[in-house]
T-cell receptor
């Protein structure tokens, strides 16, 4: 069964304290792994797509990496405005109509 | 333009009301999605339209009725809802063909059923 597990469920950081969020996945042929940021009461905001093991992508203080079993979202020197829930999702190789399998999310809080 | 728009932003309805949620995108995407999201949970897929045809219905109750009038518009018609249907309803769109198939989400409609 295709599955996505994110850890930790919640993470509290001080401003400037770098850390990583984990997304472990089991999927029958990975078509893509997606990271989203979601602020309370708003729709998820697309951050990154990763397609193959070894791939890395960066955007400002965020860097996403991918292995055959998991993805990491590294946050370097976070600021309070980085506080949000970060969602990881995978799409299986057989596409299944574009269906995304989401993890439960990591709620990040960055204190000044 | 990577924008998906949704109206209304907020909706309060009684259990006997009929209402509709609307979604629009102008990115040329040919796949459109409806999701339901409860607090502290990830989005839960309801329906997928591919090339304006319903391709996935995730066993959603018939009180939710989707419609795709054209390639840019997606509606969700609501009738005889229950209080437990209160949630954030999200629309998303994506390409179907090619390597770039990330889904772009709208801001959502906050639905409250009294």
């Amino acid at each position: 069964e295709d599955q996505v597990t994110q850890s930790p469920e919640a993470l509290r950081l001080q401003e400037g304290e770098s850390s990583s969020l984990n997304c472990s996945y089991t999927v029958s042929g990975l078509r893509g792994l997606f990271w989203y940021r979601q602020d309370p009461g708003k729709g998820p905001e697309f951050l990154f797509t990763l397609y193959s093991a070894g791939e890395e992508k960066e955007k400002e203080r965020l860097k996403a990496t991918l292995t055959k079993k998991e993805s990491f979202l590294h946050i370097t020197a976070p600021k309070p405005e980085d506080s949000a829930t970060y969602l990881c999702a995978v799409q299986a190789g057989d596409n299944q109509g574009g269906k995304l399998i989401f993890g439960q999310g990591t709620e990040l809080s960055v204190k000044p | 333009d990577t924008e998906v728009t949704q109206t209304p932003k907020h909706l309060v309805m009684g259990m006997t009301n009929k209402k509709s949620l609307k979604c629009e995108q102008h990115m040329g995407h040919r796949a459109m999605y409806w999701y339901k999201q409860k607090a502290k949970k990830p989005p839960e897929l309801m329906f997928v339209y591919s090339y304006e045809k319903l391709s996935i219905n995730e066993s959603v109750p018939s009180r939710f009725s989707p419609e795709c009038p054209n390639s840019s518009l997606l509606n969700l018609h609501l009738h005889a809802l229950q209080p437990e249907d209160s949630a954030l309803y999200l629309c998303a769109s994506s390409q179907i063909e090619g390597p770039y198939n990330e889904q772009f989400f709208g801001p959502g409609t906050r639905l409250t059923v009294l």
